[in-house]
C-alpha cells in the first residue's frame, strides 16, 4: 500500500500571499490531521477531517483553514502568509473504520516545508 | 502544565548498546493512548510503538519496547541494540479518550530527543 503522499514537498512563498497544501492519505484511510511543527513551537494540531467534515481543530488563526474531499483527500490553506508561518506542515491519516478508537494509529506523510520571505 | 514531557533534549548512544528514551505524560483521563514516532531528518514522522492506558504488558514491536508504568505517569522507550539507523528524533504522543468527542484523534506531542547512534 502506498504511504501518505503531500505536495508539494517545498515551497518558498512571500509575506501577504497564501498558499495550498495538498495531502493523499493511505487508501482506506479516512480521517486526516494536520500538524505544524516548528523548531520553538514543536508539533502543534491543526485540525482534523472525517468524512468531508471537520471534526476538531486546534488554536489557530481562522488565516488556517482545510477541506477533505469525497475521495478523502486534504488540503490546508494559510491566507495572508506571515514569517511566523514558515514550518513543516505534516499531514497524517488513519483507518478511523468507527467507534472512538483510542487505538488508532496515524501515518504521516513527508510533510511540506513552507518558508515565507 | 505540560501533557507530554521528554527530559532528554539529546542522547548519544554507542551503536549496539541498548537506549532508554524518556516520557512523562500528564492526564486525569482513566483512559488514554501513548504512541511514540521515530523522525529522521527527511522529516516523515514514522510510527514505532502504542501503549494503551488499560494494557496490562508493555508493549513490544522488534527492537522496540514500552516501559509503562503507568502509576509514575511514564512510558519510557527502549531500543535494544541500537543501530546507525537509529538516529533521529524521537516524539513521544498522547490522545485522551475525554478530548475525543465524536472521535477526533487528535496527538499532544512531546518536544522530542535527537538521538545520535556513535559508530
Known amino acids: 500500500k502506498a504511504g501518505v503522499t503531500q505536495t508539494p514537498r517545498y515551497l518558498i512563498k512571500t509575506r501577504g500571499q497564501q498558499v495550498t497544501l495538498s495531502c493523499s492519505p493511505i487508501?482506506?484511510?479516512?480521517?486526516v490531521s494536520w500538524y505544524q511543527q516548528t523548531p520553538g513551537q514543536g508539533l502543534q494540531f491543526l485540525f482534523e477531517?472525517?468524512?468531508?467534515?471537520?471534526?476538531n481543530k486546534g488554536n489557530f488563526p481562522g488565516r488556517f483553514s482545510g477541506r477533505q474531499f469525497s475521495n478523502s483527500r486534504s488540503e490546508m490553506n494559510v491566507s495572508t502568509l506571515e514569517l511566523g508561518d514558515s514550518a513543516l506542515y505534516l499531514c497524517?491519516?488513519?483507518?478511523?473504520?468507527?467507534?472512538?478508537?483510542?487505538?488508532?494509529?496515524?501515518?504521516f506523510g513527508p510533510g511540506t516545508r513552507l518558508t515565507v520571505l | 502544565a505540560q501533557k507530554i514531557t521528554q527530559t532528554q533534549p539529546g542522547m548519544f548512544v554507542q551503536e549496539k548498546e541498548a537506549v532508554t528514551l524518556d516520557c512523562t505524560y500528564d492526564?486525569?483521563?482513566?483512559?488514554?493512548?501513548l504512541f511514540w514516532y521515530k523522525q529522521p531528518s527527511s522529516g516523515e514522522m514514522i510510527f514505532l510503538i502504542y501503549?494503551?492506558?488499560?494494557?496490562?504488558q508493555n508493549a513490544t514491536e522488534g527492537r522496540y519496547s514500552l516501559n509503562f508504568q503507568k502509576a509514575r505517569k511514564s512510558a519510557n522507550l527502549v531500543i535494544s541494540a541500537s543501530q546507525l539507523g537509529d538516529s533521529a528524533m524521537y516524539f513521544c504522543?498522547?490522545?485522551?479518550?475525554?478530548?475525543?468527542?465524536?472521535?477526533?484523534?487528535?496527538?499532544?506531542f512531546g518536544t522530542g530527543t535527537r538521538l545520535t547512534i556513535i559508530p
Open positions: 492526564t486525569s483521563d482513566p483512559s488514554y493512548g
Open positions: 477531517y472525517f468524512s468531508e467534515t471537520q471534526r
Open positions: 501503549q494503551g492506558s488499560y494494557d496490562q
Open positions: 487508501s482506506g484511510h479516512r480521517s
Open positions: 497524517a491519516s488513519s483507518l478511523s473504520a468507527g467507534g472512538q478508537a483510542l487505538t488508532d494509529t496515524q501515518y
Open positions: 504522543a498522547m490522545r485522551e479518550y475525554q478530548d475525543m468527542g465524536f472521535g477526533n484523534e487528535k496527538l499532544t
